[in-house]
C-alpha cells in the first residue's frame, strides 16, 4: 500500500516570518545530510509539489507539514520567538521591595545641607536629586551644584519597611557612602545623618560622621532681595528655585546662612538623629 500523502488544502498556514525560518533550516538539513528534496518528501509523506512550493516561498508551510519534517529529519525546525523580558515592577528585596506608587512621593529635587568639611563654622550646600529608574526598578539619585563636582555621588534609594528609614546609598569598588533619613515631615523635608570619607592628609581618606537635611526644592528658604515694590497690575514673577536658591560654601554672614542653619539645626534639636558626646542628655 503506497504511504498517506498529507493534503495541505484546509489547514492553516504559518505566519510569512516563522515560515521562512522553517524554510531556511530545511534548506540547511539537507545541505548537511547531503538529502535530496524528493528523498525528504517521501520520508515526510508529503508531496514533492508542497515541499518544493514551500521552499521557494510560493506557498507558506502549515504546522501539520513542518510537524512531519521535524520527525523526518529529527529536529526541530520551529525556533521560539524570542520572548521579551519582562521588566521588574518592584525594587530589589536588598533596597525594601517598593514599588514606584509606594514611593513617588520621595521624586524630586532637594536643597541638601550638610557641615563643611573644610570650613569651620560653615554650611556646605548642594542639589540632590531622586528620580525612578524603569530600567533596573527602583529609585536612584545624584548629586548636582557641588563646588567639588568630581566627588558628586550617585547610586541608590533604599526604603525598606521594617526600619521607617530611606537610605541613600553609594557603593563604588567596595567603597560606601551612607545617608540615613527619617520619613519626610509633613513639609517634605528629609533629616538624617550622613556617614562618608573626607579627604585628610595626602592622599588619606577619613572616616566622618555629619547631620543632613534635604528640603525640596521648590520649598527651599531664598534670601530677601531689596526690590521695587511691583505695581499692583502688574503680575508678580515666580521665582526659579534652582536660580534662586543659593548653593555652595555658605559661611557665617551670608544673607541664606540663619535659614539653613536653622534647618540644619533640627536634626539634632527634633531627634532625627543623635551624636552622642555632643547632644545633650
Not at 515560515?19 to 518528501?41: F, G, K, T, Y
Not at 536588598?94 to 520621595?106: C, H, I, K, M, P
Not at 569651620?120 to 563646588?147: H, K, N, P
Request: include cysteine.
Amino acid at each position: 500500500m503506497p504511504p498517506e500523502i498529507a493534503s495541505e488544502t484546509d489547514e492553516a498556514a504559518l505566519p510569512e516570518g516563522q515560515s521562512r525560518a522553517v524554510a531556511d533550516a530545511v534548506r540547511e538539513a539537507l545541505a548537511r545530510r547531503r538529502m535530496s528534496r524528493l528523498a525528504l518528501a517521501d520520508a515526510a509523506r508529503i508531496s514533492i509539489s508542497t515541499l518544493e512550493k514551500a521552499l521557494s516561498g510560493r506557498r507558506p508551510f502549515t504546522l501539520a507539514t513542518t510537524i512531519r519534517l521535524e520527525e523526518a529529519l529529527g529536529l526541530s525546525l520551529r525556533q521560539a520567538a524570542p520572548r521579551r523580558e519582562a521588566q521588574p515592577r518592584e525594587a530589589p528585596e536588598a533596597f525594601g521591595s517598593y514599588t514606584r506608587a509606594a514611593v513617588a512621593f520621595l521624586e524630586g529635587r532637594y536643597l541638601t545641607l550638610r557641615p563643611s568639611f573644610g570650613q569651620a563654622g560653615a554650611i556646605f550646600a548642594y542639589v540632590t536629586e531622586i528620580a525612578w529608574d524603569a530600567g533596573s526598578a527602583r529609585l536612584v539619585f545624584r548629586e548636582a551644584e557641588r563646588l567639588d563636582a568630581p566627588f558628586a555621588q550617585s547610586g541608590t534609594v533604599a526604603v525598606p519597611n521594617q526600619s521607617g528609614h530611606i537610605y541613600l546609598v553609594t557603593e563604588f569598588q567596595g567603597q560606601y557612602r551612607l545617608a540615613v533619613l527619617g520619613r519626610p515631615t509633613i513639609r517634605g523635608e528629609l533629616f538624617g545623618i550622613l556617614t562618608t570619607l573626607v579627604s585628610g592628609r595626602g592622599a588619606q581618606l577619613t572616616p566622618a560622621a555629619a547631620p543632613i537635611a534635604l528640603v525640596p526644592e521648590r520649598s527651599a528658604p531664598v534670601p530677601e532681595r531689596s526690590a521695587p515694590v511691583p505695581e499692583r497690575s502688574a503680575p508678580v514673577p515666580e521665582r526659579s528655585a534652582p536660580e534662586a536658591v543659593q548653593y555652595g560654601r555658605i559661611a557665617p554672614g551670608m544673607a541664606c546662612e540663619p535659614a539653613y542653619r536653622a534647618i540644619l539645626d533640627q536634626v539634632r534639636a527634633d531627634g532625627f538623629a543623635v551624636f552622642p558626646g555632643r547632644d545633650p542628655e
